[in-house]
């Protein structure tokens, strides 16, 4: 008969096996929202990229044209925040939060009235929990990318700083590099600034320096052309960080089911350990048994 260590390992080995079977399910779902979210981002970056680069040059020949533009003294600041509504993602969250809240206390350091605008349960539950200053919460995303979505934080963010509530908006969210790499960064949104441009080649250069005829008008050009770029680039944000996110929570339950494989191979040979020094001890006591009859 196995003896009560056999029967404990036993018991962990069919724990951990169906931990595995649940971190293997949740990779799988992963991958699939992380294949439809990139293809979605691989397919938009285009549009976008070529949207910046026409308004960056633009600004770059702009007399004023837009109140987008204005550079104001930094008396309020907004910070939109990117997280994950769920966690099991490894230091996905952290690694977002960790710098974020760098940035809002040095802001807070300079005396600029900082607020936070979060989308993603982790970051509004871990700021409003600190008594930071929230000025919006957008809990309910769940890791999907919407134009509506995008719409409803670039409209509040443009209302906010053309109303005068903020003088500065900056974005904190993860930009997908790679499968394995998330890098959080800290971007400028509002204003636009004209030298933000980054001429890669001779082409770029010579487009940049393009002098422009404006029909009907730098004002109507602008009123138009920048609410559009600033919602694509907000849902292009949500777009990078909803599928880094999937791809940290992929590569997190991917590792936490090597683990579980790893584990059940040693507790196996553990027990296999066990169970054989049970047996050798019941044959030596036998032929003790016999040895004295």
């Known amino acids: 008969m196995p003896g009560a260590g056999v029967k404990i390992l036993n018991k962990r080995i069919r724990s951990v096996n169906s931990t595995k079977q649940i971190t293997k399910a949740m990779k799988m779902v992963a991958a699939a929202k992380l294949n439809r979210s990139q293809g979605k981002m691989l ?10 680069k026409l308004v960056e040059h633009l600004s ?24 994950s509504d769920k966690g099991l993602c490894g230091s996905y969250n952290m690694n977002l939060i960790k710098l974020a809240q760098k940035a809002i206390d040095a802001s807070v350091a300079e005396g600029v009235e900082t607020e936070i605008l979060s989308v993603g349960k982790k970051a509004g539950d871990y700021f409003a929990k600190r008594d930071y200053t929230m000025f919006e919460r957008h809990d309910d995303y769940n890791g999907e990318a919407t134009a509506q979505r995008g719409q409803q934080v670039g409209g509040a963010v443009v209302d906010t700083f053309l109303a005068g509530t903020f003088d500065e908006v900056r974005l904190v969210y993860a930009q ?4 394995m790499t998330q890098q959080p960064v800290d971007q400028l949104v509002l204003p636009i600034a004209p030298d933000s441009v980054e001429k890669a080649d001779d082409e770029d250069e010579e487009v940049a320096n393009l002098d422009y005829i404006w029909e009907p008008g730098q004002a109507e050009l602008f009123e138009v052309l920048l ?11 949500l777009m990078e960080a909803f599928t880094s996110e999937h791809a940290a929570r992929m590569t997190s339950m991917t590792a ?31 032929v003790g048994g016999a040895n004295a009859l």
């Open 60 to 83: 770059g020949s702009a007399d004023g044209g837009s109140p987008l533009f204005e550079v104001r003294e930094v008396k309020r600041r907004l910070f939109v925040v990117v997280t």
């Open 43 to 52: 397919a938009a970056r285009p549009y976008s990229q070529k949207l910046t």
């Open 176 to 179: 997908f590099v790679s499968m």
């Open 227 to 237: 609410p559009l770029y600033l919602r694509n680039r907000v849902f292009m944000t």
């Open 256 to 286: 936490a089911t090597d683990n579980a494989g790893e584990l059940i191979d040693a507790l196996t040979l553990q027990r296999n350990r066990e169970r054989q020094a049970a047996i050798t001890a019941e044959l030596l006591d036998i």
